[in-house]
């Protein structure tokens, strides 16, 4: 099974702001959808409160894992709580075995990206061509070990940014 980890991040390495995305990028959410979907995705309390606020529930179509110490006050159908990064890790694995899915993302926040970065396959990073302010971001040398496996560039005329979709895969691994 493989784990990939999905992020958008600035060239400053800046992936959020206030726990929100720095930028709209309708293209690059339809990706992540299409990405995702039947997927097990791992992420982090405050990026799945963002998710619901953002989208009026948890993200359909996939089965999310939320690390959260303390729990969820409400477990709607398809989401699941985990202790630590790595219970979230086994859930997800669980998840693909009995469901027969190969892959499970990784999709946030940064703690999250930064615990389970070692267990990273193969790395889905949409790129933004822009330095932007924020307070989360990856953490520093988080593509060592890793090499371009694809890319595609694209633009965002109405949010005057322009970003690629690279696909990085570790050395030595798939």
């Known amino acids: 099974m493989s784990v990939r980890l999905l992020v958008a991040a600035a060239e400053n390495d800046v992936i959020g702001r206030g726990g929100r995305l720095p930028w709209r990028l309708p293209a ?11 997927h097990a995705v791992v992420m982090g309390r405050a990026t799945y409160e963002s998710v619901v606020a953002s989208v009026g529930g948890p993200l359909p179509g996939r089965h999310s894992v939320v690390v959260s110490g303390r729990g969820l006050d409400v477990h709607p159908e398809g989401v699941e709580t985990a202790a630590s990064p790595q219970d979230a890790a086994a859930r997800a694995e669980r ?5 027969n899915v190969e892959d499970w993302f990784v999709i946030g926040g940064a703690s999250i990206y930064r615990q389970l970065l070692d267990q990273v396959d193969l ?8 330095d932007v302010d924020g307070d989360a971001r990856m953490p520093p040398g988080w593509l060592d070990g890793f090499v371009v496996a694809g ?9 005057g940014l ?4 690279l696909r ?7």
Do not use: C
């Not at 690059?28 to 039947?38: V, Y």
């Not at 998840?95 to 469901?99: A, D, L, S, T, V």
């Not at 890319?151 to 949010?159: H, L, R």
């Not at 322009?162 to 979709?165: A, E, K, R």
């Open 95 to 99: 998840f693909g075995r009995e469901h």
């Open 162 to 165: 322009s970003y690629s979709y």
């Open 168 to 174: 990085l895969t570790r050395a030595g691994r798939r």
């Open 151 to 159: 890319a595609e560039t694209a633009t965002d005329e109405a949010a």
């Open 123 to 130: 790395i889905d990073l949409t790129r933004v061509h822009a």
């Open 28 to 38: 690059d959410l339809r990706r992540f959808a299409s990405l995702t979907r039947g």
